[in-house]
């Protein structure tokens, strides 16, 4: 089992930043694959940055691309997602995902663990 908390998520003015967190327990991160979702109301979960099991490569959409980066801290088994020059499509609840058997996939169903989420609002 894994669990997995997001946290840092809150309103901001287009064109600002916000860094959020996911805190795993139960395995480590350098174990899974891991991914950041997001979901606007009305619209599919969608892949924003992942990273393969082991970490070895680090893939973002096109829609984040350039302004999103993960990093990860072994240490206390949590990874980031640091958001840059944020516009108002990037509001959404955002939700880390992790599996133990994928080597990577863009797929939200193919992700067994998720956390709750946190809500992102970005105003224009």
């Known amino acids: 089992q894994m669990q997995l908390v997001e946290s840092g998520g809150g309103l901001v003015q287009a064109g600002g930043s916000l860094r959020l967190s996911c805190a795993a327990s139960?395995?480590?991160?350098?174990?899974?694959?891991m991914a950041w979702f997001r979901q606007a109301p009305g619209k599919e979960r969608e892949f924003t940055v992942g990273?393969?099991?082991?970490?070895?490569?680090?893939d973002h959409s096109d829609s984040v691309k350039g302004r999103f980066t993960v990093s990860r801290d072994n240490a206390k088994n949590t990874v980031y997602l640091q958001m840059n020059s944020l516009k108002p499509e990037d509001t959404a609840v955002y939700y880390c995902?992790?599996?133990?058997?994928?080597?990577?996939?863009?797929?939200?169903?193919?992700?067994?663990?998720w956390g709750h989420g946190t809500q992102v609002t970005v105003s224009s």
């Open positions: 139960g395995r480590t991160f350098s174990s899974v694959a």
């Open positions: 990273f393969t099991r082991g970490g070895s490569f680090t």
């Open positions: 995902a992790a599996d133990r058997s994928l080597a990577y996939s863009q797929d939200p169903r193919k992700y067994e663990y």
